[in-house]
């Protein structure tokens, strides 16, 4: 007589089983790879890939199946944090992992918090909220995509989402961006009207040190190439492109316009808060003191770095009115990976600079100008302040050279939207362009 199999199997069967639990204490983004680069997940999760291909999913003290091979796993938490690694080969049944990475700084705890102003509403809400805490991000803008996202838009407009909590708040209705000069122009009007943040979705591509290039540099319905317009208009209250074009941003504000700097890409690779606008609140984070503080221009964009700025002791968004041939004490600092430079730049160019760590320089002001600080590292900007604006005699800021260039951009997006624009919008330029000619005066 036979023995009954079933025992013997469901015992070889669970001493075969291997699964990670994977444990921070914290939600973090983690990632388990073998070494052919295949990623491995927790049932129910969705596979996604950061820019660099590695996999990755977030949460804590998670479980997922893997196989008896060498395998590479990491948490890491957006750019506050460092990562920690380890290899190892799963053994029968559980293996624990214990990873938790370091912080390199905390901005809440300076009053800034760091939003992604540009993910979409298409996202699973799981999805959503899990990256969120797990890249411990403060502040996150859904931006509804069709008709199919309205329902979402009207049940949640002017509302935190489920998830949101004293240092992370979810919104659909936080910024608007605007899309083009037909669809969106009046709309920007009376959203602004509302109190909503207006600003543009997507960044310049390439080389921008001419008006050629920039005007040559994407799509006009989507980037902004049109914040020429609306800057000098008064109608946008952000620039999207100030770490990848910033010189076309600092031209913009050398023209007398009062834009904060902010970042945004409409790529969507890699996790959420790759890039992110750091705005200083004063008090508690809300929705509403986000907004504020971006409006008013107390921000810096980065892909990373930490970076402060104080003139005479007031930071990004501050304007000192001033007398000619005042002396001011200009302070940059900054703190993360990859910077190799931070530079000081006033509207007539570079102050000072150095190596990372705290830059100082004193400034005379004998005529309007500006001071914006600026992280480099790898040939790329990785942070940016907004400015802080040095009037005088209550005169603000309008570099000759800053006007032309905007004027000449101005020219040259005439001449290539000219022909799919109403009568009214090319009013609208024409008054954008009478601003900038009264600048010259």
Request: charged fraction near 25%.
């Amino acid at each position: 007589m036979c023995d009954d199999p079933t025992p013997l199997t469901t015992a070889r069967i669970a001493n075969t089983q291997r699964t990670l639990r994977l444990r921070a204490g914290f939600p973090c983004r983690w990632s388990v790879w073998s070494a052919n680069g295949k990623g491995w997940f927790p049932r129910d999760t969705s596979p996604a890939r950061d820019l660099d291909g590695v996999p990755y999913f977030h949460g804590d003290d998670l479980v997922l199946d893997v196989p008896r091979e060498r395998l590479t796993i990491r948490a890491a938490r957006g750019m506050e944090y460092g990562s920690a690694e380890t290899t190892l080969v799963p053994g029968d049944g559980e293996t624990l992992v214990e990873l938790a990475p370091q912080r390199i700084y905390d901005a809440a705890a300076r009053g800034w918090y760091g939003g992604d102003l540009h993910v979409h509403l298409n996202r699973p809400p799981r999805w959503v909220a899990d990256s969120q805490h797990g890249e411990d991000l403060h502040v996150i803008n859904l931006l509804p995509g069709d008709e199919g996202d309205k329902e979402a838009v009207e049940r949640w407009s002017g509302r935190d989402l489920p998830w949101s909590d004293e240092t992370h708040v979810a919104r659909v209705d936080l910024a608007h961006h605007a899309l083009g000069p037909e669809k969106c122009h009046d709309t920007v009007r009376k959203l602004r009207e509302r109190g909503a943040l207006i600003g543009y979705a997507n960044a310049f591509h390439g080389p921008v040190e001419t008006p050629e290039q920039l005007i040559g540099a994407g799509d006009p319905e989507y980037d902004a190439r049109l914040s020429v317009v609306d800057a000098a208009l008064g109608l946008v209250d952000s620039f999207c492109s100030a770490i990848g074009s910033d010189r076309a941003y600092r031209r913009l504000i050398g023209a007398g316009n009062r834009v904060a700097a902010v970042a945004g890409t409409a790529q969507r690779l890699g996790p959420i808060g790759r890039e992110r606008t750091y705005a200083h609140v004063n008090g508690r984070l809300t929705a509403e003191s986000y907004a504020d503080a971006v409006r008013h221009g107390r921000t810096f964009a980065t892909t990373g770095p930490f970076l402060e700025l104080a003139v005479e002791g007031h930071g990004p968004g501050a304007t000192l009115d001033l007398t000619p041939g005042s002396r001011v004490r200009v302070t940059g600092r900054v703190i993360g990976p990859l910077v190799e430079n931070v530079r000081l730049l006033t509207a007539d160019g570079e102050l000072a600079a150095g190596p990372p760590g705290e830059v100082t320089a004193e400034l005379t002001v004998n005529w309007p100008t500006y001071v914006v600080a600026v992280a480099e590292g790898g040939g790329q900007v990785r942070a940016h302040t907004s400015p802080v604006y040095l009037d005088v005699e209550s005169r603000r800021v309008a570099r000759e050279e800053d006007v032309t260039f905007c004027l000449r951009w101005l020219e040259l997006l005439e001449e290539l939207v000219r022909d799919r624009v109403s009568a009214d919008y090319l009013a609208v330029m024409q008054e954008a362009r009478r601003v900038y000619q009264s600048r010259l005066a």
